[in-house]
């Protein structure tokens, strides 16, 4: 992925010459002739790196390295002084407003590189540790919102998938809860959000889903729209959850008897190839995300399978592309693909592979439930 | 995150002036506008006719501003949403809790 790069200077010159030698390195570059251009372009995108002039009409850039420094957005973005005036005494004043380093505007254009690439790469392996220190904690903890694997039914097979955003955990969540021989509910969840902020919030989500459906069974309750009605009202209530909002599918399989039952919550369509007419059919149901009112109106419905068929839950991030730097969300051309696929005949680990491969860049936690009647 | 907001009588119009409105934009997005409410805002209309993608984090501000002001007595009127995006809010049924139209003149006429 190429590394994004604010550059600021008044002098249009000097930012054409190092837009120019930081492209053909590989970097996204853009450009401002102020701290008011630079700042309009931050409150649009986040770059891996500023590098700034320090002489500048209006604000200078200790002005601007000052009131990065005040917002928390913008605070850690790693800051690079790159100017003429290179006396001691302002060289420490760069320094001391966390600036990482303080380059010479004549030093020479290869230099300059090898710093960015330098600091650039300690940036990711310092990032990358981190990660992977919460990573080791949240495994330690039994912390996963993704199950390490499906339960072996008798008249089903499970397949599933998940591909998280940028190498971090996100808002996406699977889990499958078998309460009995018979009954085993197939969970897909997605947290409105990205990354760690979702995926946090996605443990509250999944414990309240939990304990719902052991309730409701406990009671020999098996309606997947009562389990919704309380699951909603719950997280309504949970002033924490106030802001925060959940897609859910969920499915109920009966193992004996080889039914399907299903409900929703402001998810995406269930989708079935349907082996008689050859075409893909769609479930949608009528319950809007959780918590956002105290009556989500939840259905539910039972979806006929024929052996051989399968059922695919699909979250968001599935049906969102970028192509030619375009971003966009078209469901349309997901199904296109899995009809596409399934004409072919392809299997169904196959089918699985190939709707991750085929995206063009991923924008989202992209995830994938394909239950197969046997 | 680019914004322009303009007062017709007493209607607030955000025009979201971004391609993209995700992740990095959302809580930016949310703060303003509810700071906008605090301030005594009630009726707004947000329109979407430069954005050409939406994610779901963005569509999360979306939906707690319009759980903050309902209480409120307020209205929030979404307009000119381009097709990708108004498909994913049939699908999802968010079509069933945002008020959709098609242009600014319609959405003044629900005030």
């Known amino acids: 992925m190429n ?33 008011a251009e630079a700042e309009e372009i931050l409150h649009s995108e986040k770059p891996d790196l500023i590098i700034s002039d320090y002489e500048m009409p209006d604000k200078n850039g200790f002005d601007f390295r000052r009131r990065l420094l005040e917002r928390d957005m913008f605070k850690n973005i790693p800051f690079l002084f790159l100017t003429s005036v290179n006396d001691t005494a302002s060289v420490q004043q760069g320094l001391d407003l966390k ?5 010479a505007k004549n030093t020479p254009a290869k230099h300059v590189l090898s710093k960015i690439d330098n600091l650039l790469q300690a940036v990711r392996e310092h990032y990358e540790r981190s990660l992977g220190e919460i990573k080791g904690v949240a495994e330690k903890l039994n912390l996963r919102n993704i199950p390490r694997q499906a339960p072996v ?15 971090q955990p996100g808002g996406d969540f699977i889990d499958f809860i078998r309460v009995s021989d018979r009954y085993t509910f197939v969970v897909l969840g997605d947290v409105m959000g990205k990354k760690w902020g979702a ?10 889903i939990r304990s719902a459906i052991r309730l409701c069974v406990y009671d020999e309750n098996y309606s997947l729209s009562e389990i919704m009605n309380k699951l909603n009202r719950v997280v309504y209530a949970d002033e924490l959850l106030s802001d925060i909002f959940s897609t859910l599918s969920l499915v109920l399989l009966d193992d004996q008897d080889g039914i399907v039952s299903y ?22 149901s009528q319950g809007i995300l959780l918590g956002f009112t105290d009556d989500g109106s939840y259905d539910e419905m039972t979806i006929q399978m024929e052996d051989g068929e399968e059922l695919y839950l699909v979250s ?23 009809y596409t696929l399934k004409k072919n005949g392809e299997s169904l680990e196959s089918i699985k592979d190939k709707l991750f491969d085929k995206h063009v860049s991923q924008v989202d936690d992209c995830s994938i439930i394909i239950i197969k009647k046997l | 995150m680019n914004v322009k907001a303009q007062h017709i009588d007493d209607v607030l119009v955000l025009i979201i002036e971004d391609r993209d409105a995700n992740l990095v934009k959302s809580g930016p997005f949310k703060e303003l506008v509810f700071n906008e409410i605090n301030e ?27 759980k903050n002001l309902l209480p409120l007595e307020g209205k929030l009127v979404l307009v000119k949403l381009n097709d990708d995006i108004q498909n994913l809010f049939e699908m999802t049924r968010l079509d069933k809790i945002f008020n959709l139209k098609n242009s600014l003149e319609t959405a003044l006429k629900e005030f």
């Open chain 1, 153 to 167: 039914l008798k008249s089903f097979e499970i397949s599933y998938f998940n591909q998280t955003f940028q190498n």
């Open chain 1, 263 to 284: 409900a929703g919550a402001g998810d995406l369509p269930l989708l079935k190839f349907d082996k008689e007419k050859e075409s893909l059919q769609h479930y949608q």
């Open chain 1, 316 to 338: 968001d991030g599935m049906m969102d592309f970028e192509a030619g730097g375009k971003t966009r969300s078209d469901i349309e051309l997901l199904k296109e693909k899995l």
């Open chain 1, 99 to 103: 600036a990482i380093d303080y380059i």
């Open chain 1, 3 to 35: 590394r994004t790069i604010l550059l600021v200077d008044d002098d249009i010159f000097q930012l054409k010459l190092f837009e120019k030698l930081l492209s053909s390195n590989g970097y996204n570059c853009k450009i401002a002739l102020s701290v």
């Open chain 1, 199 to 208: 995926w946090f919030f996605s443990f509250s989500f999944l414990s309240y």
């Open chain 2, 40 to 66: 005594g805002a009630r009726k707004i209309v947000i329109s979407f006719e430069h954005v050409d993608y939406l994610d779901s984090s963005f569509l999360g501000s979306l939906v707690a501003i319009l």
